[in-house]
C-alpha cells in the first residue's frame, strides 16, 4: 500500500508522517518511509538543486523535469521493491505535489504533466493520500518561524504563487474525493495526529 502526505509548506505533514510512522511501526506493521523530492542518493541529489537558494534563474520547466528525474528513481530503486516486499510505503509528497506547485502555483500545461507525471511513474497511484490543510497565510508564518528547518527555494516564492498551490490542491482534492482524506491542520499536533492515526488504520488490514 502506497500512503503519500500532502499539504501546503508548513503544513506539519512531515511531523505528522513521523509520528504515524512510529504509531504503525509499534502496532508491527512493516513499513517504508520515502520523501519527495529526494528519498535515494541520485534523488537527494536533485533535492539540493531543486531547493538552492542560487538557483533563482531557474526555468519552470527544467523544474518539473527535475521533480520528476526524483520520482523516477525513487519508484524504481524504492518505492517498488519496498511494495513488493509488502511493505506500507509511507510518502512525504508525491506527485499531487507536481500538480498543486507547478501546475496550478506555475501554470504549467496540466496534461502536459499528466503524460510527464504517467511517465516517471509508470502508473503507479497512491491508494490513499493524507491531506493536511492549513491555510497559505499560516503555513508560511510557521515556516518562517521553524528555525530548524531549511528555507528554500520554493517557500521563498511569493504569497499569491502559495495561494495559487492551495487552490490547486482543493480541485485535486474535488477530482478524487475518495483518494484523499483532509484533516485541518491549524490544531495541535496530537489532535491532527489522532486523526491522522484515524483515517490511516480505518484503512490498513490488521497487523
Ligand atoms: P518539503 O520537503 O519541505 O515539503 O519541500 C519540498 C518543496 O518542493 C515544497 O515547497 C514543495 C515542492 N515540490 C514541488 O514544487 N513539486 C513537487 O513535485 C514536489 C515533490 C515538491
Request: proline share 5%; hydrophobic share 40%; with cysteine.
Amino acid at each position: 500500500m502506497l500512503i503519500t502526505f500532502e499539504g501546503p509548506d508548513g503544513s506539519g505533514k512531515t511531523t505528522q508522517l513521523a509520528l504515524l510512522a512510529e504509531h504503525l511501526g509499534q502496532q508491527g506493521y512493516l513499513l517504508f518511509q520515502v520523501r519527495e523530492p529526494g528519498g535515494t542518493p541520485i534523488g537527494e541529489q536533485v533535492r539540493n538543486v531543486l531547493h538552492s537558494m542560487a538557483n533563482q534563474e531557474m526555468n519552470p520547466r527544467a523544474e518539473v523535469l527535475l521533480f520528476s528525474a526524483s520520482r523516477a528513481q525513487l519508484i524504481e530503486q524504492a518505492i517498488l521493491p519496498a511494495l513488493a516486499e509488502g511493505k506500507i510505503v509511507l510518502c512525504d509528497r508525491f506527485y499531487d505535489s507536481t500538480f498543486a506547485y507547478q501546475g496550478y502555483g506555475r501554470g504549467l500545461d496540466l496534461e502536459a504533466l499528466r503524460q510527464l507525471t504517467q511517465f516517471a511513474t509508470r502508473g503507479l497511484c497512491p491508494d490513499l493520500t493524507v491531506y493536511i490543510e492549513i491555510s497559505p497565510e499560516e503555513g508560511l508564518r510557521r515556516r518562517r518561524q521553524d528555525k530548524s528547518v531549511e528555507w528554500n527555494r520554493l517557500d521563498d516564492l511569493p504569497a499569491v504563487f502559495h495561494r495559487r498551490v492551495h487552490e490547486g490542491y482543493q480541485r485535486l482534492i474535488a477530482a478524487e474525493p475518495d483518494r484523499w482524506v483532509v484533516i485541518d491542520g491549524e490544531r495541535s499536533i496530537e489532535a491532527v495526529q489522532a486523526d491522522v492515526r484515524a483515517a490511516v488504520l480505518a484503512r490498513l488490514p490488521q497487523s
